[in-house]
Nanobody
Framework: QVQLVESGGGLVQAGGSLRLSCAASGRTFSSYAMGWFRQAAGKEREFVAGISWSGDSPYYADSVLGRFTISRDDAKNTLYLQMNSLKTEDTAVYYC??????WGKGTLVTVSS
């Protein structure tokens, strides 16, 4: 069974950067489309960014377009989310998910003003 484990969250000041990682178990990572989602306190989980199995044509929520970059390294079975120009409203628990509905447990990102 595939497992996803996020890491890289933490506390950062507004305007700063973080890179999140999502490590996947199993040997079929390269065949999955992957995505990042986030959930702020008291709000519903929302889509952040997605990437196809081939890595082509990543797509983003309007709120992060131009600031976040999703990428994947199939040799390392790892998905990344580079987050730049962070805003306080980016504070949330960030989750990765594959197209078969497997979720990680999340990593907390806190952006201070």
């Amino acid at each position: 069974q595939v497992q996803l484990v996020e890491s890289g969250g933490g506390l950062v000041q507004a305007g700063g950067s973080l890179r999140l990682s999502c490590a996947a178990s199993g040997r079929t990572f390269s065949s999955y489309a992957m995505g990042w989602f986030r959930q702020a306190a008291g709000k519903e989980r929302e889509f952040v960014a997605g990437i196809s199995w081939s890595g082509d044509s990543p797509y983003y929520a309007d709120s992060v377009l131009g600031r976040f970059t999703i990428s994947r390294d199939d040799a390392k079975n790892t998905l990344y989310l580079q987050m730049n120009s962070l805003k306080t409203e980016d504070t949330a628990v960030y989750y990765c998910k594959n197209n078969f509905g497997t979720w990680g447990k999340g990593t907390l990102v806190t952006v201070s003003s």
